[in-house]
């Protein structure tokens, strides 16, 4: 499960839709102090991981300049409405990105 709300509702949101045993990425900064029920991290067994942002305007200018080829990392596009089997599918070994479409 990925966490990219910057909320502390959605950290929790997050760990209680984790599966035990399964891992909770934290993609983006919550403000402040977090207050979470630990007794699900602990009892299921789930992690918590950070995933820490780099510097927005190199990655931009790269990118603009067509210095990172992006398409080769996509390896699939599923519509919408085949999110569930879209992040099974991403979550692979080696499955670098998947795209939802409208």
Do not use: W, Y
Not at 20 to 26: D, E, F, K, N
Not at 67 to 74: E, L, V
Not at 83 to 96: D, M, V
């Amino acid at each position: 499960m990925v966490d990219a709300t910057g909320s502390a509702e959605g950290l929790a949101s997050a760990v209680s839709m984790t599966q035990p045993r399964g891992t909770v990425v934290c993609k983006s900064t919550v403000h402040g102090k977090v207050s979470i029920d630990m007794a699900p991290v602990i009892v299921n067994e789930i992690s918590l991981v950070g995933s820490r942002c780099g510097l927005f305007e190199p990655a931009l200018k790269l990118l603009a300049g067509h210095k990172i080829n992006t398409a080769d990392m996509i390896v699939g596009r599923l519509p919408l409405s085949e999110a569930p089997r879209a992040f099974t599918f991403a979550s692979q070994k080696g499955i670098l990105k998947v795209l939802l479409t409208s």
